[in-house]
């Protein structure tokens, strides 16, 4: 992904975080949980990510701009989880700027060298972060991008 400062910085600015993605982890994906008018499915992704068979990601929940999102109620599952309490980022958009906006918005959150997308509208197996995981250790340093279908 390109990060043009000069043209994002004013979002960035403006954009509302809590929490925050320690380094200190080490793992080599960052799992970008997008919310678009999402309250009713944000729980049950959260129990979903709780019970990845892997455990070895960052956690960064962006809600473009919906009118649902509730900042607090989201930090609150959060630290409430025994899971993501020290590795996750909640971040929201000052506007929408669209599924693909948000991720380049958010890009400079990311200190993994790998990204993972989770849709709040989609079910996901136990085993989802863990063959993502299997398959990026299997790439090799040029290898840019890697998708499996679950």
Same mark, same amino acid.
């Given at each position: 992904?390109?990060?043009?400062?000069?043209?994002?910085?004013?979002?960035?600015?403006?954009?509302?975080?809590?929490?925050?993605?320690?380094?200190?982890?080490?793992?080599?994906?960052?799992?970008?949980?997008?919310l678009?008018?999402?309250?009713?499915?944000?729980?049950?992704?959260?129990?979903?990510?709780e019970?990845?068979?892997?455990?070895?990601?960052?956690? *960064?929940?962006?809600?473009?701009?919906?009118?649902?999102?509730?900042?607090d109620?989201?930090?609150? *599952?959060?630290?409430?989880?025994?899971?993501?309490?020290?590795?996750?980022?909640?971040?929201?958009?000052?506007?929408?700027?669209?599924?693909?906006?948000?991720?380049? *918005?958010?890009?400079?959150?990311?200190?993994?060298?790998?990204?993972?997308?989770?849709?709040?509208?989609?079910?996901y197996?136990?085993?989802?972060?863990?063959?993502?995981?299997?398959?990026?250790?299997?790439?090799?340093?040029?290898?840019?991008?890697?998708?499996?279908? *679950?």
């Amino acid at each position: 992904m390109i990060n043009h400062p000069n043209n994002l910085d004013w979002l960035r600015r403006d954009r509302k975080t809590v929490g925050h993605l320690s380094g200190g982890f080490g793992s080599k994906t960052t799992v970008v949980l997008g919310l678009f008018e999402g309250k009713q499915y944000l729980q049950a992704r959260i129990k979903e990510l709780e019970a990845q068979t892997s455990q070895d990601f960052y956690l *960064l929940i962006v809600d473009n701009c919906s009118s649902d999102f509730d900042l607090d109620y989201t930090q609150d *599952l959060m630290i409430d989880s025994p899971i993501f309490k020290d590795r996750f980022q909640i971040v929201r958009n000052p506007v929408n700027v669209g599924g693909h906006g948000s991720l380049q *918005l958010n890009v400079d959150l990311i200190k993994t060298p790998w990204i993972t997308t989770v849709h709040q509208d989609d079910q996901y197996l136990p085993s989802h972060i863990a063959t993502h995981l299997q398959e990026i250790n299997k790439c090799s340093d040029e290898t840019i991008s890697m998708s499996t279908d *679950l």
